[in-house]
């Protein structure tokens, strides 16, 4: 129960019979008391609606509509609905009184709960949507707030109908209740606002997820950010928070919560019966310890369960205390309370009578010290709240203002969060801590950028290791002719240096093949200056000069190269020129004693030109002599002179 300052509605007497005595709890959307139903004499829990929903008449309507469709249904794991109406300005709800705790509030207490336990837990939740679903009912908002556990240790599920009526309602007095229930949503609640029994199945298995690990899987700094993720991004199996987790729960909660619909149990009996079936393998659930700060509660979560989908699973909850026998329990209900054994009548002495009154003394101030301590001192509870993507002083300051301590767990590069922003956190969002606790906040280095290294003039081997010493690597490689870049050396990179890359990006090199081949030009018939100055044009160097006979080509003109002409060299390579001496020598005949006309006709049928040389007589008509003379070499065409007598 609330210990605050007294509400106004205590001991207003509503709608004429519904007197109310002390206010239990308030939430998001309604302020819920504990009152007095005057006409049946039986204690209800009556519900009243903020008033921000109260002045909209549609959400009046709507509540109206869906609660007397809700009092219709009727199983031992949903809380009963008896009544509803409107007093003035009151909205209201009578809902069946459940003396106990949410699984909220076990959570708060106890931390994450074993599988086996979860599972028990779980089990009731899914027979009363079992009943819902085949009503035509979807509850569409399953958290651990609307489960609840009895001091009997029944579990029942609430608020049927009323997700419904609010999700109807626009104005901003709902924001509280849109983000106490965000966490839940299925991703076509949230896409389209649609809802069938696979909606409920998500939000099981969320309920599920936080259970066994004590968080919700998606965390946000708003509901914005929150629904984002359903929508986005999967569901991450529960053993990644906890390792210890038995294989099946992962398997359940991933089935349960895939963001298709049509990939997850078809309805609630469908992953009702999947959760006995693992149940069944695991060990029995161990009895839940949990300390409200008075008692101390053990909830027994062993009861088998049963097999079929219309029987309920026992659960029971005792004080502890010496263990009388346990009552068996009946099928389909719950286990009728221990009750303790009478302790005998003793006749007790004064001096017993003033220490039991100082020890009662000491027990009031020691309660009222613990409510204190649990309530607004050091030992509250207090949900982490969602700091991704917040700017490090803001985190801060959120913590602060909440009693906590931040520190810095250290940084990470994130693609999509801002550096100095909150990446993560530890404990997570929505997880329970207590004042002056710290949470580790992981900081965003920005996004893991590196530059690209000067690679030019390196050889491709060396090039490669530099860029792996970046967190890059060597791309594609391209060869390129140089002029300036010896042969196998980078000319460039792609992108070029300096350039900021995502690590492991390829960066391409363009590596020189060395100076672009050429060839050797057509000099041929040129003189050698002419050809020396084609030459050097084309890139390349007269290395020497030969000279050799040509029939065709005149004496001083180019013959040829060596490389010959059209040969491809690499520039500044060195090119021969043959420059021609003319026509290679020929002999000259013999003609000495010969006579004069046969030794002309012979000289010149060779080509050569004849002069003759005589005296005033020439007896004998003989040649005496020749210049050159016989055998000598001449070139073509040389002039013979014969001497004749």
Do not use: C
Not at 176 to 197: F, H, K, N, W
Request: charged share 20%; glycine share 10%; proline share 8%.
């Amino acid at each position: 129960m609330e210990t605050t300052a007294r509400d106004a509605l205590v001991d207003r007497v509503v709608d004429g019979r519904y007197r109310v005595r002390h206010r239990l709890a308030r939430g998001g959307m309604a302020t819920v008391y504990e009152a007095t139903d005057l006409r049946l004499d039986r204690t209800v829990a009556l519900k009243v609606m903020h008033p921000g929903l109260a002045e909209d008449p549609g959400f009046v309507a709507r509540f109206q509509r869906e609660a007397k469709a809700a009092a219709q249904l009727s199983h031992p794991h949903v809380v009963a609905v008896f009544d509803q109406g409107r007093d003035g300005d009151l909205v209201y709800l009578v809902m069946e009184l459940v003396a106990g705790r949410t699984v909220r509030d076990v959570l708060r207490a106890h931390g994450p709960l074993t599988a086996e336990q979860a599972l028990t837990v779980l089990d009731p939740v899914l027979e009363a949507l079992v009943a819902a679903h085949a009503a035509g009912f979807v509850h569409r908002d399953i958290k651990p707030e609307n489960v609840l556990i009895s001091d009997r240790g029944q579990v029942k599920v609430a608020d049927f109908g009323l997700a419904r009526a609010v999700s109807s309602v626009t104005s901003s007095s709902t924001q509280g209740v849109l983000m106490g229930t965000v966490a839940y949503l299925s991703p076509e609640q949230v896409e389209r606002g649609i809802a069938d029994p696979r909606s409920d199945v998500y939000g099981a298995g969320i309920l599920l997820y936080e259970m066994v690990t004590g968080a919700v899987p998606h965390g946000g700094a708003t509901p914005l950010a929150v629904a984002y993720q359903h929508v986005h991004a999967d569901v991450p199996p529960p053993s990644v928070v906890r390792a210890d987790l038995p294989r099946q729960v992962d398997e359940l909660v991933t089935r349960a919560t895939r963001r298709d619909p049509d990939e997850r149990f078809p309805d609630a009996a469908a992953f009702l019966r999947q959760v006995r079936t693992v149940a069944a393998s695991l060990p029995a659930a161990t009895p839940l310890d949990v300390d409200d700060g008075q008692t101390t509660l053990v909830v027994d979560l062993s009861g088998p369960a049963a097999v079929g989908l219309g029987h309920a699973t026992t659960r029971t909850a005792t004080q502890t205390s010496p263990q009388p026998r346990r009552p068996q329990p009946q099928p389909g209900g719950p286990v009728p309370p221990v009750r303790q054994p009478a302790a005998p009548f003793r006749r007790r002495r004064w001096g017993g009578m003033v220490i039991g009154l100082v020890v009662i003394a000491l027990l009031v101030a020691t309660a009222s010290y613990g409510g204190w301590w649990l309530a607004a001192g050091p030992g509250r509870s207090i949900d982490v709240p969602g700091l991704l993507d917040k700017p490090r002083d803001a985190a801060e300051a959120a913590l602060t203002d909440l009693g906590l301590v931040m520190a810095v767990a250290g940084q990470e590069y994130s693609e999509t969060i801002a550096k100095d922003h909150v990446v993560r956190t530890d404990p997570a969002g929505g997880s329970v801590v207590h004042p002056g606790d710290t949470v580790s906040v992981t900081l965003s280095a920005g996004q893991e950028r590196y530059g690209v290294p000067d690679v030019t003039a390196k050889s491709v081997a060396d090039a490669t290791a530099a860029l792996t010493a970046a967190n890059l690597q060597a791309g594609q490689v391209t060869e390129k002719y140089d002029e300036s870049v010896p042969a196998g050396l980078v000319i460039a990179s792609d992108p070029g240096k300096g350039t900021a890359l995502k690590p492991g990006t390829p960066v391409n090199l363009t590596v020189s093949k060395g100076p672009k081949p050429v060839p050797v030009p057509n000099v041929a018939g040129k003189d050698q200056a002419s050809a020396t100055a084609l030459l050097q044009k084309a890139g390349l160097v007269v290395s020497e000069v030969r000279e050799d006979y040509s029939a065709t080509v005149a004496a001083g003109s180019v013959i040829g190269t060596d490389p010959a002409i059209g040969t491809t060299l690499n520039k500044n390579s060195g090119v021969a020129l043959i420059v021609s001496k003319g026509p290679p020598p020929v002999p000259v005949p013999n003609v000495v004693d010969m006579p004069r006309e046969r030794a002309v006709s012979l000289l010149e049928g060779k080509g050569f030109k004849v002069v003759e040389h005589e005296g005033l007589v020439t007896p004998l008509d003989r040649v005496w002599s020749q210049d050159p003379a016989g055998g000598t070499l001449v070139p073509p065409g040389s002039t013979i002179t014969l001497t004749i007598v």
